[in-house]
């Protein structure tokens, strides 16, 4: 038998062999057993639990994530490696889909009173009567062309005169929108960029690119109030509140910066695709007035949570 030959049969008798089912049933028994003590805990007594069995808390999510979505669903047949990881993915996906679900109903959750300074209604932004505003704040779903030219039309009637407007947008729809703002007579000013410090993609967009930052367009109605020199370039080190909100949610940072320096205090700004609150909540931090439409009931819920809250999350 050649050497060749040899490892042939090796190969094949340890992949023949290979069975993960019986890990995957150990660890969904660890997170049956984890998920059973954290329910007898008394509050605040989990983690440090964690460190005296020796058990960080990430190994502790995941081993009760494989509980809860994998378990024994299988049956006790063979599972290979592929299946395996297959099944541990799924269980990652649904197990961040539970927790953030979580999140989402406890912001909803929160009672209490808007300030008369911070005005959210449930509404067709295209049906809601707005009022003149000094600044319109938005974002857009980034593929609809029509929203876009909407929202020029809307400026233009609505936002006074010298106004101005940050909108948002992915880098592939960049000229398609500063065309329809300019050619509805808004004048452009700037770029603005938001750069993502830890932003992976598993995927391209338009097929090819991995970006790693976003544009808001500056736009305004009439000639531009002079006021201070602005950075250009914000950094976000850490995006994990917005997209546990909103699937397409910003991180308030950037806005907050921009705003602050941009806007003069008192103004009035508006969000005609409010989302989950995000420029609301900014504006709550600089003390500015604004005015938001949401139609989703659930974005709403989760938005009225966060200007209660006064907070990201």
């Not at 984890?34 to 081993?63: C, D, F, T």
Request: net charge positive; with cysteine; glycine share 10%.
């Amino acid at each position: 038998m050649t050497e060749l030959q040899r490892l042939e049969v090796k190969v094949l008798e340890l992949s023949g062999a290979i069975n993960l089912r019986p890990t995957l049933d150990r660890a969904a028994d660890l997170g049956a057993a984890l998920a059973e003590v954290k329910g007898l805990l008394p509050h605040g007594q989990w983690l440090p639990w964690l460190k005296r069995v020796g058990i960080s808390k990430q190994s502790a999510s995941n081993y009760c994530t494989v509980f809860r979505e994998v378990g024994k669903v299988q049956g006790t047949g063979r599972l290979t490696i592929e299946q395996f990881l297959r099944q541990m993915r799924e269980a990652r996906i649904n197990g961040k889909k539970r927790e953030r679900q979580q999140v989402r109903d406890e912001v909803a959750s929160r009672l209490g009173k808007l300030p008369d300074t911070i005005q959210l209604h449930r509404a067709d932004c295209r049906k809601f009567d707005w009022p003149t505003v000094d600044c319109l704040a938005t974002d857009p779903p980034w593929a609809s062309m029509p929203d876009y030219r909407w929202l020029a039309g809307m400026a233009m009637e609505k936002l006074r005169p010298g106004g101005l407007m940050l909108l948002q947008c992915g880098t592939g729809y960049l000229a398609s929108v500063m065309r329809i703002m300019t050619d509805a007579g808004l004048m452009y000013r700037w770029t603005l960029a938001v750069v993502y410090a830890e932003m992976r993609r598993a995927k391209p967009t338009s097929g090819r690119y991995l970006p790693a930052w976003n544009p808001i367009l500056l736009f305004s109605k009439g000639d531009m109030p002079h006021g201070d020199v602005v950075g250009d370039v914000y950094t976000v080190r850490h995006q994990r509140e917005a997209k546990t909100l909103h699937d397409w949610a910003q991180p308030v940072e950037p806005l907050a910066y921009w705003m602050g320096r941009l806007i003069r205090p008192g103004s009035l700004v508006g969000d005609p695709f409010a989302g989950s609150g995000t420029t609301g909540v900014a504006c709550r931090l600089l003390a500015l007035e604004w005015i938001g439409t949401e139609i989703d009931g659930k974005a709403y819920k989760v938005a009225k949570g966060r200007l209660v809250a006064k907070k990201a999350v």
